[in-house]
C-alpha cells in the first residue's frame, strides 16, 4: 500500500448582474461557466470542472482507496445588493448555493442543477419522469458536500437601501462516500446557485464573490486480489455507464 494525496483546485467566482437584463456575468476571467435552463433564464447557475487523473494506476491494475477528504478556502464571501423603500430586502434575495462534487462518473447540467436541491446518491424529490435525477449510488460520490448562505437581514442597519454584507452559512452537509475506485477518472464539479440579478431600477442582489477553494484527498494505492479487482473494475465500468 501506497500513500498519495490527491488535490483539485477550483478558482474564485465574481459575478456582477448585468444592469439592463439581471442577467449575471462573469465579473473576471475563471473557467466557470453558466448552465442555462428554461426555468431560470437569467444565467442563475454557474459550475467549474474538470477531472483528476487516476489512470496511471488503473494501467498497472491498482485501486485507489480514500482515508478522508477535506476543503479548504481562499478568501471570502460576500454580496452586494440594490434596495430601496418600495423594494426593501427580503428574506431569500440574497440566498447563494454551493455544491462541491468528486465524483466517479460524470454528471450532465441538469443534474448538476438538481444537486442543489437533492445531493447525489440519495433518493431523489418525486419530480417527474421527464426530469434526468440520474441514476446514482453513494458509491459514485467520493467527496460531497452541498453548503447554503445568505445575508443575515437583522444584521443589516437599513434594507431599504443599497448595501453589502458578508454571506454566512445558514445549512451544510457533507456526504462523502470514500469509496474505493478502479475508475480511470474522477469528474470534480463546483456549482453556484445564485439569487436573482437585479436589473435596471431593479432591486435585488448585484454582485457575489466566493474565494478559491481545494480539495484534498488523503489516499492509498493498493494492489487487491486479481477477482476483488476485477469485480471493481467491472462495476466502476458499470456506474460510468449508466448514467
Known amino acids: 500500500m ?138 459514485h460520490i467520493i467527496h460531497g458536500h452541498l453548503s447554503f448562505y445568505d445575508v443575515q437581514l437583522d444584521q443589516i442597519v437599513d434594507p431599504t437601501t443599497d448595501g453589502a454584507s458578508w454571506l454566512s452559512l445558514e445549512q451544510e452537509y457533507y456526504y462523502s462516500s470514500l469509496e474505493p475506485t478502479a475508475a480511470d477518472c474522477l469528474y470534480c464539479y463546483r456549482v453556484f446557485g445564485l439569487p436573482t440579478g437585479a436589473a435596471i431600477d431593479g432591486y435585488g442582489a448585484d454582485s457575489v464573490i466566493f474565494g478559491p477553494k481545494r480539495v484534498i484527498l488523503d489516499a492509498f494505492v493498493v494492489e487487491e486480489p486479481t477477482l476483488e479487482y476485477m469485480m471493481r473494475l467491472k462495476r466502476s465500468y458499470e456506474l460510468a455507464n449508466q448514467v
Open 2 to 139: 501506497t500513500d498519495r494525496t490527491l488535490v483539485t483546485e477550483f478558482a474564485p467566482l465574481a459575478m456582477v448582474a448585468n444592469g439592463f437584463t439581471g442577467n449575471w456575468e462573469l465579473s473576471n476571467v475563471t473557467d466557470y461557466r453558466a448552465i442555462e435552463t428554461v426555468t431560470y433564464p437569467k444565467l442563475n447557475y454557474w459550475a467549474s470542472e474538470h477531472k483528476l487523473d487516476l489512470s496511471g494506476y488503473t494501467q498497472n491494475d491498482l485501486t485507489v482507496g480514500f482515508r478522508r477528504s477535506f476543503e479548504q478556502e481562499g478568501g471570502s464571501k460576500n454580496l452586494a445588493w440594490n434596495a430601496n423603500s418600495g423594494n426593501p430586502l427580503q428574506p431569500y434575495d440574497t440566498a447563494v448555493s454551493e455544491q462541491v462534487i468528486i465524483s466517479s462518473v460524470p454528471l450532465t447540467d441538469e443534474q448538476l442543477v438538481l444537486t442543489l436541491l437533492t445531493a447525489p446518491g440519495f433518493i431523489p424529490y418525486n419530480l417527474g419522469s421527464t426530469v434526468d435525477t440520474g441514476n446514482f449510488n453513494r458509491t
